[in-house]
């Protein structure tokens, strides 16, 4: 009950907007520790004439507009809020308490009362009054274009309501405000001009960047001059690049050279990730060797590896100091264990989450691996559901990770003796060795979360999770 009490802040509020004209005169000469709280107030209860006073007069350099966003840009109190500030841009003299450079329009991970600049801004060009150590002043006589950040997800762009919008207004306002993107994702970038993107984004601040695709790979080659240009990319992801139409392996090798040649340039890149980009099957130690920044993290993912590109991976010094790897769902039955244990070896200092879910590895590929497991020495997860690994061989893992006291998640395949000729979940039999492994590991070190599960049903995909969920009807009770 006590969650539902307002705080006397709230209560002076809400006493302060109920009357316009009181409000009006009041904002004129209120402390300005007090407009976060209030704008959220005025905002959520559409008081109109005093939420343009309050942006009128708005006394903090950035105003985080996208927390309080919840619905489309063109309800009225965002539509109020964005037309007081198009009129500010025009005027040639402010309010003397105005100070905003900043309008965050980014709906994640903010909070509407967080208005001092901070580690959420400090991507973002600096004013030459804020590399003094001043923020919100300006020299005399000076006007910096205000900066409107945004992340984009654009999936056509006649459903993304906000990007014609801004495009509409920075064209209307140039020179006087500047639009910056920290995250861009594309889906069907196919269909996009990335020239006219380019002009309308700084894209140089760009900081994670998605391309998710089903169409033609052709558009890699379009798109490589404008990715050299991101020179602040923190995340790089391509998704579902596949190829519809048969292309020559000439043309295929030049998208894919001119597309790696631009990954040298971005010299602050820490996560890669490529998920089911089976486009790019063959030339996966082409892109590896065109980054030359120490990765994080690296996702490879779906995706069908040759034995050549395989037996590269653990070479190229990009991959030496890996806080993340995920493999899941790339086949290795075929492929020699021996490239992953030297990955693991080399990244087992740093390396934190480990994902080598639906690999189909058997016994010898885990004896192969399990030595450089223990040199894993940070993993706080470790998922391994999908391979095919039996009782004996899942004693001795769990052995074996005694000494990875950082484990927080695990995430064990149902040893193959739990199946009966068919492949088919025997209920009893899986009770009996979940049961049993887990008393194994009790007694090595004390488990946070850990967990077994079958391998997928054929028909739906869904995979059992002992004594967690229910198994799918499409498998047979023992």
């Not at 708005?58 to 965002?78: D, I, N, V």
Request: charged residues 25%; proline residues 5%; neutral net charge.
């Amino acid at each position: 009950m006590s969650k539902n009490l307002l705080t006397l802040q709230e209560l002076a509020g809400q006493n302060l907007l109920r009357d316009e004209t009181l409000a009006d005169a009041a904002l004129k000469n209120l402390p300005r520790l007090f407009f976060p709280q209030l704008f959220k107030q005025a905002y959520q209860g559409i008081h109109v004439k005093a939420l343009r006073t309050i942006v009128s007069s708005w006394p903090f350099p950035r105003l985080p507009l996208g927390a309080l966003k919840k619905t489309t840009y063109s309800e009225t109190p965002w539509q109020v809020v964005l037309e007081e500030i198009d009129k500010l841009l025009i005027q040639e003299v402010h309010h003397r308490e105005y100070k905003l450079e900043v309008l965050d329009l980014r709906s994640v991970g903010q909070s509407c009362l967080d208005v001092w600049p901070g580690p959420m801004d400090d991507w973002l060009p600096k004013t030459a009054s804020e590399n003094q150590g001043m923020p919100g002043q300006s020299t005399a006589g000076e006007k910096h274009p205000l900066k409107v950040v945004v992340n984009l997800y654009l999936k056509n762009t006649y459903r993304s309501k906000i990007f014609p919008y801004l495009t509409e207004w920075s064209d209307r306002r140039r020179g006087l405000l500047q639009l910056y993107c920290q995250e861009l994702q594309i889906w069907s970038p196919c269909h996009y001009d990335y020239r006219r993107l380019s002009q309308m984004l700084s894209l140089e601040y760009v900081e994670i960047f998605g391309l998710h695709s089903s169409g033609k790979p052709a558009f890699l080659l379009k798109l490589a001059p404008y990715l050299g240009t991101m020179r602040n990319l923190r995340k790089l992801t391509l998704s579902c690049i596949t190829e519809n139409t048969l292309i020559s392996s000439e043309k295929r090798r030049r998208i894919v050279t001119k597309f790696a040649s631009q990954l040298c340039k971005l010299e602050r890149l820490q996560t890669l990730s490529l998920e089911d980009v089976c486009f790019l099957e063959g030339h996966l130690d082409w892109i590896l060797g065109s980054v030359k920044t120490s990765l994080d993290g690296l996702t490879v993912t779906h995706c069908k590896l040759s034995a050549s590109e395989w037996h590269h991976l653990s070479e190229f010094p990009c991959v030496r100091q890996l806080q993340e790897l995920s493999l899941e769902n790339v086949r290795l039955t075929d492929l020699s264990p021996e490239p992953l244990r030297v990955l693991l070896v080399n990244a087992g200092p740093t390396l934190k989450v480990l994902d080598l879910e639906d690999c189909h590895m058997e016994d010898d590929h885990l004896y192969a691996i399990m030595s450089a497991l223990r040199s894993c020495s940070k993993l706080t997860k470790f998922s391994f559901y999908g391979n095919e690994i039996s009782m004996p061989a899942m004693r001795d893992l769990l052995q074996n990770t005694a000494s990875l006291r950082h484990l927080r998640m695990e995430m064990y395949p149902v040893p193959q003796e739990s199946y009966d000729y068919n492949n088919v979940p025997h209920m009893e039999s899986m009770r009996q060795h979940c049961d049993e492994l887990i008393d194994t590991l009790k007694a090595i070190r004390e488990p946070v979360r850990v967990f077994f599960g079958t391998d997928r049903c054929d028909q739906c995909g869904n995979r059992y999770i002992y004594n967690k969920t229910n198994m799918c009807r499409c498998r047979r009770f023992y």
